[in-house]
């Protein structure tokens, strides 16, 4: 048996629990790699610049230090970061900062579609993705309203909407990929957990970081289908 049968036996194998999704379509695989590379370069530049956009947070808004949290961290790492976050006025570093989380969006969300196409979901998996992805859609338009644009508070609205669905709509999709096999299982645990990890960060620095486990989540699924698409390549 080739590597490609392989391959296409293992993703399409039905489980106890449910049927799989049908053979994927053809990913092209410099695609897929490009898609994972730019994912993994984005998911490593939003985790730590999130921190800058988070301090840069605090000087703007001092009460963000009334949290136990907040203020056991967030001074210390002003003072040693004080260079680049005192260049300007508080505000003004602030929205600059938070324009990072845009193109950290737009990378996680190529690496959702990578996986959905490579995954060719159908019935109610389906409309699962596609809640998922839509929802991304919607988040990733909020994130340029609200730092690209003067209307900020319209957008931060339409940010929390998209995360409440993105959390939500997370657990059913996270849960039906995991009993149908999907690989790897780090991408759908990520997506069951989406709420608490919401809950949890925002308590410890700025709502952006809730977008870690979308951002890694998807770079491993990304390079998941990077690997497959690579094999099969040299395969056929």
Same mark, same amino acid.
């Given at each position: ?13 039905? *489980? =106890?629990?449910? &049927?799989?999704?049908?053979?994927? !379509?053809? %990913? +092209? ?5 490009? #898609?994972? @590379? ?19 947070? *605090? =000087?703007?808004? &001092?009460?963000?230090?009334?949290? !136990?949290? %907040? +203020? ?5 790492? #002003?003072? @040693? ?156």
């Amino acid at each position: 048996m080739s590597d490609r049968t392989m391959i296409a036996a293992r993703d399409t194998a039905p *489980v =106890a629990n449910g &049927p799989a999704a049908p053979p994927a !379509p053809h %990913v +092209a695989s410099r695609t897929a790699r490009l #898609i994972a @590379v730019i994912a993994w370069v984005m998911a490593a530049f939003g985790t730590v610049a999130g921190q800058l956009h988070a301090l840069s947070r *605090v =000087a703007a808004h &001092p009460e963000d230090l009334e949290s !136990p949290v %907040v +203020a056991a961290w967030a001074p210390p790492a #002003i003072d @040693v970061l004080r260079p680049i976050l005192d260049w300007g006025d508080p505000t003004l570093v602030y929205w600059t900062y938070g324009k990072i989380w845009l193109p950290v969006a737009l990378a996680f969300v190529a690496a959702a579609i990578l996986a959905y196409r490579a995954r060719g979901p159908v019935g109610a998996e389906r409309v699962l993705w596609l809640v998922q992805l839509g929802a991304y859609g919607v988040l990733a338009l909020a994130l340029a309203g609200d730092y690209y644009t003067p209307w900020t508070d319209t957008f931060f609205l339409v940010g929390l909407a998209a995360f409440l669905v993105i959390g939500v709509g997370g657990i059913p999709l996270g849960i039906v990929l995991l009993r149908r096999g999907f690989r790897p299982r780090t991408t759908a645990w990520l997506l069951v957990v989406m709420i608490p990890w919401f809950v949890v960060v925002t308590e410890v620095t700025s709502m952006g970081s809730a977008m870690l486990p979308l951002m890694w989540g998807w770079a491993v699924a990304a390079e998941s289908v990077a690997r497959r698409a690579a094999g099969a390549a040299v395969a056929a």
